[in-house]
Protein backbone atom coordinates (compact mmCIF):
# COMPACT_ATOMS: atom_id res chain seq x y z
CA UNK A 1 0.00 0.00 0.00
CA UNK A 2 1.43 3.60 -0.56
CA UNK A 3 3.20 4.83 2.24
CA UNK A 4 3.80 1.69 3.94
CA UNK A 5 7.45 2.12 6.06
CA UNK A 6 7.61 -1.70 5.52
CA UNK A 7 5.98 -4.67 4.33
CA UNK A 8 4.76 -7.72 6.95
CA UNK A 9 6.24 -11.00 6.49
CA UNK A 10 5.49 -13.06 3.02
CA UNK A 11 3.75 -15.75 4.93
CA UNK A 12 1.33 -12.88 6.59
CA UNK A 13 0.37 -11.51 2.92
CA UNK A 14 -1.41 -13.43 0.12
CA UNK A 15 -0.99 -13.69 -3.17
CA UNK A 16 -4.38 -12.08 -5.52
CA UNK A 17 -5.34 -15.08 -6.48
CA UNK A 18 -5.41 -16.33 -2.73
CA UNK A 19 -7.09 -13.35 -1.75
CA UNK A 20 -9.94 -13.74 -4.41
CA UNK A 21 -10.45 -17.44 -3.34
CA UNK A 22 -10.60 -16.76 0.52
CA UNK A 23 -13.33 -13.48 -0.48
CA UNK A 24 -15.30 -15.17 -2.47
CA UNK A 25 -14.01 -13.34 -5.66
CA UNK A 26 -13.73 -13.70 -9.40
CA UNK A 27 -10.77 -12.55 -10.79
CA UNK A 28 -12.15 -10.11 -12.49
CA UNK A 29 -14.45 -8.49 -9.88
CA UNK A 30 -11.32 -8.55 -7.24
CA UNK A 31 -8.97 -6.88 -9.85
CA UNK A 32 -12.16 -4.26 -9.95
CA UNK A 33 -12.51 -4.13 -6.20
CA UNK A 34 -8.81 -3.64 -6.14
CA UNK A 35 -9.49 -0.78 -8.74
CA UNK A 36 -12.07 1.16 -6.92
CA UNK A 37 -10.24 0.87 -3.37
CA UNK A 38 -12.47 -1.96 -2.01
CA UNK A 39 -9.29 -4.04 -1.38
CA UNK A 40 -6.10 -2.58 -0.39
CA UNK A 41 -2.76 -4.20 -1.80
CA UNK A 42 0.66 -3.35 -0.76
CA UNK A 43 4.39 -4.13 -3.03
CA UNK A 44 5.68 -7.63 -2.76
CA UNK A 45 9.58 -8.23 -1.55
CA UNK A 46 11.82 -7.79 -4.20
CA UNK A 47 9.46 -6.36 -7.20
CA UNK A 48 7.33 -9.76 -6.67
CA UNK A 49 3.37 -7.86 -7.34
CA UNK A 50 1.51 -6.95 -4.97
CA UNK A 51 -0.46 -9.21 -2.76
CA UNK A 52 -3.13 -8.45 0.37
CA UNK A 53 -1.99 -8.52 3.79
CA UNK A 54 -3.83 -11.22 5.90
CA UNK A 55 -4.77 -8.06 8.07
CA UNK A 56 -6.97 -6.79 5.30
CA UNK A 57 -8.75 -10.17 4.00
CA UNK A 58 -9.62 -10.39 8.45
CA UNK A 59 -11.36 -6.59 7.76
CA UNK A 60 -13.27 -7.39 4.91
CA UNK A 61 -14.40 -10.71 6.11
CA UNK A 62 -15.68 -8.77 9.63
CA UNK A 63 -18.25 -6.37 8.15
CA UNK A 64 -21.79 -7.29 8.61
CA UNK A 65 -22.48 -7.49 4.52
CA UNK A 66 -19.67 -9.85 3.87
CA UNK A 67 -19.76 -11.23 1.60
CA UNK A 68 -22.73 -10.18 -0.46
CA UNK A 69 -22.12 -6.41 0.26
CA UNK A 70 -18.42 -6.88 -1.53
CA UNK A 71 -19.57 -8.36 -4.80
CA UNK A 72 -22.49 -6.29 -5.17
CA UNK A 73 -20.02 -3.44 -4.94
CA UNK A 74 -18.11 -4.52 -8.06
CA UNK A 75 -21.02 -5.61 -9.45
CA UNK A 76 -21.21 -4.53 -13.46
CA UNK A 77 -23.81 -4.19 -16.10
CA UNK A 78 -23.85 -3.46 -19.80
CA UNK A 79 -25.52 -0.98 -21.97
CA UNK A 80 -28.71 -2.71 -21.79
CA UNK A 81 -28.56 -4.51 -18.13
CA UNK A 82 -27.79 -0.34 -17.09
CA UNK A 83 -30.67 1.34 -19.03
CA UNK A 84 -33.08 -1.43 -17.31
CA UNK A 85 -31.32 -0.67 -14.50
CA UNK A 86 -32.36 3.03 -14.72
CA UNK A 87 -35.53 2.60 -16.73
CA UNK A 88 -34.56 4.37 -19.97
CA UNK A 89 -34.08 2.82 -23.10
CA UNK A 90 -31.23 1.34 -24.18
CA UNK A 91 -30.80 4.06 -27.11
CA UNK A 92 -31.15 6.62 -24.61
CA UNK A 93 -28.54 5.18 -21.75
CA UNK A 94 -26.01 5.20 -24.31
CA UNK A 95 -26.17 8.67 -25.76
CA UNK A 96 -26.14 9.63 -22.17
CA UNK A 97 -22.63 7.35 -21.53
CA UNK A 98 -21.59 9.78 -24.82
CA UNK A 99 -22.10 12.90 -23.50
CA UNK A 100 -19.97 11.51 -20.25
CA UNK A 101 -22.66 11.11 -17.61
CA UNK A 102 -21.95 7.59 -17.00
CA UNK A 103 -18.02 6.98 -16.94
CA UNK A 104 -17.33 3.29 -17.52
CA UNK A 105 -15.54 1.49 -15.20
CA UNK A 106 -14.49 -1.48 -17.60
CA UNK A 107 -15.02 -3.04 -21.05
CA UNK A 108 -14.49 -5.88 -23.06
CA UNK A 109 -14.27 -6.79 -27.20
CA UNK A 110 -16.98 -9.50 -28.09
CA UNK A 111 -16.70 -11.75 -30.72
CA UNK A 112 -18.22 -9.57 -33.50
CA UNK A 113 -14.94 -7.31 -32.31
CA UNK A 114 -17.59 -4.60 -30.92
CA UNK A 115 -16.45 -3.12 -27.36
CA UNK A 116 -19.10 -3.51 -24.56
CA UNK A 117 -18.81 -0.88 -22.00
CA UNK A 118 -19.49 -1.85 -18.15
CA UNK A 119 -20.64 0.54 -15.58
CA UNK A 120 -20.94 0.22 -11.92
CA UNK A 121 -24.73 -0.65 -11.01
CA UNK A 122 -24.19 1.20 -7.59
CA UNK A 123 -23.29 4.29 -9.28
CA UNK A 124 -26.11 4.05 -11.88
CA UNK A 125 -28.32 3.78 -9.15
CA UNK A 126 -26.93 7.17 -7.70
CA UNK A 127 -27.50 8.73 -10.93
CA UNK A 128 -31.19 7.56 -11.31
CA UNK A 129 -31.71 8.82 -7.81
CA UNK A 130 -30.15 12.09 -8.60
CA UNK A 131 -33.12 14.75 -8.95
CA UNK A 132 -30.72 16.54 -11.26
CA UNK A 133 -30.88 13.52 -13.82
CA UNK A 134 -34.52 13.39 -13.60
CA UNK A 135 -34.84 15.92 -16.73
CA UNK A 136 -32.01 13.79 -19.07
CA UNK A 137 -33.94 10.54 -17.84
CA UNK A 138 -37.41 11.83 -19.23
CA UNK A 139 -38.65 14.10 -22.10
CA UNK A 140 -36.76 15.67 -24.97
CA UNK A 141 -33.15 15.73 -24.86
CA UNK A 142 -31.76 19.17 -24.59
CA UNK A 143 -30.74 20.89 -27.57
CA UNK A 144 -27.42 21.93 -26.63
CA UNK A 145 -26.58 17.66 -25.49
CA UNK A 146 -28.35 17.44 -29.10
CA UNK A 147 -26.17 19.39 -31.17
CA UNK A 148 -23.35 17.59 -29.37
CA UNK A 149 -24.44 13.94 -30.21
CA UNK A 150 -25.40 14.97 -33.88
CA UNK A 151 -20.98 16.61 -34.01
CA UNK A 152 -20.32 13.06 -33.03
CA UNK A 153 -19.20 13.53 -29.59
CA UNK A 154 -18.40 10.61 -27.62
CA UNK A 155 -16.40 10.61 -24.11
CA UNK A 156 -16.96 6.97 -23.24
CA UNK A 157 -13.52 5.88 -23.97
CA UNK A 158 -11.95 9.41 -22.59
CA UNK A 159 -13.52 8.67 -19.48
CA UNK A 160 -12.50 5.72 -19.22
CA UNK A 161 -8.93 6.32 -19.04
CA UNK A 162 -9.11 9.10 -16.92
CA UNK A 163 -10.41 6.90 -14.11
CA UNK A 164 -7.67 3.79 -15.07
CA UNK A 165 -5.59 6.40 -14.67
CA UNK A 166 -6.32 7.23 -11.66
CA UNK A 167 -6.13 3.32 -10.78
CA UNK A 168 -2.58 3.05 -11.71
CA UNK A 169 -0.92 5.74 -10.34
CA UNK A 170 -2.84 4.65 -6.79
CA UNK A 171 -0.99 1.51 -7.60
CA UNK A 172 2.26 3.57 -7.70
CA UNK A 173 4.78 3.51 -5.81
CA UNK A 174 8.38 4.94 -7.30
CA UNK A 175 8.30 7.72 -9.34
CA UNK A 176 9.30 6.06 -12.22
CA UNK A 177 6.16 4.00 -11.87
CA UNK A 178 3.89 6.69 -12.09
CA UNK A 179 5.85 8.21 -14.95
CA UNK A 180 5.73 4.80 -16.90
CA UNK A 181 1.51 5.37 -15.83
CA UNK A 182 1.15 8.31 -17.20
CA UNK A 183 3.02 7.43 -20.12
CA UNK A 184 0.40 4.27 -20.68
CA UNK A 185 -1.82 6.76 -22.58
CA UNK A 186 0.27 8.98 -24.75
CA UNK A 187 1.54 7.20 -28.53
CA UNK A 188 5.50 6.51 -29.09
CA UNK A 189 5.75 9.45 -30.81
CA UNK A 190 4.83 11.73 -28.40
CA UNK A 191 7.26 9.72 -25.78
CA UNK A 192 10.41 10.26 -27.73
CA UNK A 193 9.51 13.98 -28.46
CA UNK A 194 8.97 14.24 -24.24
CA UNK A 195 11.64 11.62 -23.65
CA UNK A 196 14.31 11.92 -26.29
CA UNK A 197 17.14 10.14 -24.15
CA UNK A 198 16.91 6.48 -25.60
CA UNK A 199 18.17 4.99 -22.36
CA UNK A 200 15.38 6.99 -20.20
CA UNK A 201 12.57 5.92 -22.26
CA UNK A 202 13.55 1.99 -22.71
CA UNK A 203 14.06 2.67 -18.27
CA UNK A 204 10.41 4.20 -18.75
CA UNK A 205 8.85 0.99 -20.71
CA UNK A 206 9.59 -0.86 -18.07
CA UNK A 207 7.02 0.30 -16.11
CA UNK A 208 4.80 1.31 -18.56
CA UNK A 209 1.50 -0.92 -18.24
CA UNK A 210 -0.39 -1.92 -21.19
CA UNK A 211 -3.88 -2.11 -21.82
CA UNK A 212 -6.20 -4.87 -19.92
CA UNK A 213 -5.67 -8.08 -21.36
CA UNK A 214 -8.19 -8.57 -24.45
CA UNK A 215 -6.93 -11.54 -26.63
CA UNK A 216 -3.35 -12.79 -28.03
CA UNK A 217 -0.86 -9.87 -28.89
CA UNK A 218 -1.28 -8.86 -32.11
CA UNK A 219 -5.18 -10.03 -32.20
CA UNK A 220 -8.15 -7.76 -33.67
CA UNK A 221 -9.41 -7.55 -30.09
CA UNK A 222 -5.75 -6.47 -28.47
CA UNK A 223 -5.10 -4.17 -31.44
CA UNK A 224 -8.58 -2.25 -30.08
CA UNK A 225 -8.04 -2.18 -26.63
CA UNK A 226 -4.78 -0.78 -27.05
CA UNK A 227 -6.35 2.10 -29.64
CA UNK A 228 -9.16 2.43 -26.77
CA UNK A 229 -5.75 3.01 -24.41
CA UNK A 230 -4.13 5.70 -26.65
CA UNK A 231 -5.21 9.31 -25.89
CA UNK A 232 -6.82 11.14 -29.49
CA UNK A 233 -8.44 14.28 -28.00
CA UNK A 234 -5.73 16.83 -28.39
CA UNK A 235 -6.49 18.93 -25.39
CA UNK A 236 -6.62 15.10 -23.66
CA UNK A 237 -3.19 15.00 -24.72
CA UNK A 238 -1.61 17.97 -24.50
CA UNK A 239 -2.34 17.74 -20.27
CA UNK A 240 -1.12 14.14 -20.47
CA UNK A 241 2.05 15.42 -22.39
CA UNK A 242 2.56 18.44 -19.56
CA UNK A 243 2.21 15.47 -16.77
CA UNK A 244 4.80 13.46 -18.29
CA UNK A 245 7.11 15.71 -18.22
CA UNK A 246 6.79 16.65 -15.20
CA UNK A 247 6.88 13.19 -14.45
CA UNK A 248 9.85 12.72 -15.79
CA UNK A 249 11.53 15.05 -14.08
CA UNK A 250 10.92 13.81 -10.43
CA UNK A 251 11.28 10.47 -11.66
CA UNK A 252 15.30 11.94 -12.73
CA UNK A 253 15.64 13.76 -9.34
CA UNK A 254 14.99 9.97 -7.22
CA UNK A 255 16.86 7.94 -9.23
CA UNK A 256 18.52 8.22 -12.88
CA UNK A 257 18.00 5.56 -15.64
CA UNK A 258 20.44 2.80 -15.70
CA UNK A 259 23.00 3.33 -18.53
CA UNK A 260 25.55 0.74 -19.89
CA UNK A 261 29.14 1.17 -18.48
CA UNK A 262 31.55 2.30 -20.64
CA UNK A 263 34.15 0.22 -22.81
CA UNK A 264 37.72 1.11 -22.80
CA UNK A 265 38.86 2.51 -26.20
CA UNK A 266 42.00 0.44 -27.57
CA UNK A 267 44.27 2.99 -29.28
CA UNK A 268 47.17 1.98 -32.22
CA UNK A 269 50.40 2.81 -30.48
CA UNK A 270 52.15 5.64 -31.09
CA UNK A 271 55.41 6.01 -33.29
CA UNK A 272 58.59 5.38 -30.53
CA UNK A 273 57.30 3.63 -28.29
CA UNK A 274 59.17 0.34 -27.08
CA UNK A 275 56.01 -1.45 -28.38
CA UNK A 276 55.97 0.31 -31.80
CA UNK A 277 59.60 -0.12 -32.25
CA UNK A 278 59.50 -3.98 -31.04
CA UNK A 279 56.59 -4.58 -33.94
CA UNK A 280 58.72 -2.42 -36.29
CA UNK A 281 62.01 -5.02 -35.82
CA UNK A 282 59.90 -7.86 -36.53
CA UNK A 283 60.51 -8.63 -39.80
CA UNK A 284 56.41 -9.69 -41.80
CA UNK A 285 57.69 -12.83 -44.05
CA UNK A 286 60.96 -14.82 -44.52
CA UNK A 287 62.93 -16.27 -42.84
CA UNK A 288 64.48 -15.27 -39.64
CA UNK A 289 67.92 -14.41 -40.04
CA UNK A 290 71.01 -16.55 -39.35
CA UNK A 291 68.80 -19.97 -40.00
CA UNK A 292 69.41 -22.21 -43.26
CA UNK A 293 66.79 -22.11 -45.58
CA UNK A 294 64.61 -25.69 -45.01
CA UNK A 295 65.66 -28.36 -47.91
CA UNK A 296 62.43 -29.32 -50.07
CA UNK A 297 60.85 -32.14 -49.51
CA UNK A 298 59.63 -34.63 -51.41
CA UNK A 299 60.80 -36.58 -54.68
CA UNK A 300 62.08 -33.56 -55.90
CA UNK A 301 64.26 -32.91 -52.91
CA UNK A 302 65.32 -36.55 -52.92
CA UNK A 303 66.84 -36.54 -56.22
CA UNK A 304 68.64 -32.90 -55.39
CA UNK A 305 70.48 -34.36 -52.64
CA UNK A 306 71.38 -37.99 -53.63
CA UNK A 307 75.07 -37.87 -54.96
CA UNK A 308 75.74 -38.68 -58.42
CA UNK A 309 77.23 -41.78 -59.21
CA UNK A 310 80.25 -42.49 -61.51
CA UNK A 311 79.68 -43.68 -64.74
CA UNK A 312 80.52 -47.08 -66.02
CA UNK A 313 83.07 -47.75 -68.35
Not at 63 to 88: H, I, K, N, W, Y
Not at 103 to 121: E, H, I, M, Q, S
Not at 211 to 229: C, R
Not at 283 to 297: I, K, V, Y
Request: with cysteine; hydrophobic share 35%.
Amino acid sequence: MPGSTAAPPRHHTLAPSRAARELGLKRREFELAVHLGRIRTMPGEGGAGRRVARAEIDRLRATQSFPEGLRESVATVSTTAGAALVDVPAGRFTRLARLGLMTPVNFYVNRYRAVVWLYLADELREFAADGKSAALLTGRMPEGLRDQLAAGLDLRARNWRGRHLGFLLRQADDPWERAGAVAAFLDPAHLADIVPDPYERSHLHRFRPGPPAHGTPGSPAAQLAEKIMTAEHPDETGWLRNDLARAVEEARAHRSAPRPAAQPVQHPPRPGTPTARNRAATPRCGPPTGRAPERPRGLRGWLRGRKPRPARV
